[in-house]
């Protein structure tokens, strides 16, 4: 009995030691390669490639995010094939179109504005909006130039003139409007989506007995706009007059 634990021993010592001596030599065939990423994350590009190493223990993977490297221990094999990943994963991205959107605010009125004035950018739109609708007089009441990028939104507001209105000035009762263009996306070189245009504006109006009531107009719209195009978003009257929102998109 004695003899047979001795040989079980003897057997059981020589699988453990040969089997350390094949780990030994396993390690002994891993190669150590540092991989500089240029262009893209470098977290980003491990995750990618992580699955194409081999799995076996003692090999490694570790990710420098400061000196944008990626560190591998692994078969040669394992290494060339995450080194052909890293060439076709670490390219510049893509170049995002550059979008310059003018939003022009009109009033529009059936008798004549007092200091009215519209650009000579606006004229062919205003002649159209002549043709159109019954408003005579056009004046601009704001502009503004935005400038974004494809997948982006623009936000504005701001305290408007009121004296297209037939108001005055005053700091108890501001005139205030607001847009919003939410998700604008392309798909060519000539034309932009808005995934929601949206228009507000607050009106101080007299409603007698000295009391002021607010009027809110606007609009709520996705759009369309070809480049260069000047396109009349949206129109909203206000008792005898109108606010048409105007937009002209470049793309670059």
Known sequence: MKRFASIFAIVLF???????????????????????????????IADAIKLLGSGFKGAALSVNQDLRTITVRDFPENLAAMEDAI??????????????????????SKTALPNAAVPDELAPV??????????????????????????????????AEPTLLGMTASQERPIL??????????????SID???????????????????????????????IRQGEKVVIGTTTMRDKALVVVVTASVN
Request: hydrophobic fraction near 35%; aromatic fraction near 8%.
């Open 87 to 108: 060439k076709r994963l670490d390219q510049p991205a893509p170049k995002t179109a550059d979008i310059e959107l003018k939003i022009s605010v009109l009033i529009a």
């Open 194 to 224: 808005v995934e929601r245009f949206s228009f507000s504006m607050r009106v101080p109006l007299d409603v007698g007995g000295g009391a002021i009531q607010y009027q809110s107009v606007g609009f709520d719209t996705p759009v369309s």
């Open 14 to 44: 020589t699988a453990v030691a040969a089997l350390g001596e094949e780990e030994a030599n396993t390690i002994r065939e891993y190669k150590n390669k540092v991989f500089t990423i240029q262009n893209r994350d470098a977290r980003t």
């Open 126 to 159: 205003v002649k159209q909006l002549q043709s159109t609708l019954r408003y005579a007089y056009y004046g601009l009441m704001t502009s503004s130039v935005h400038r974004t990028k494809i997948g982006d939104g623009i936000e504005g507001s701001g305290v």
């Open 177 to 190: 409007y607001s847009y919003n263009l939410r998700r604008i996306t392309s798909t060519s070189n000539t």
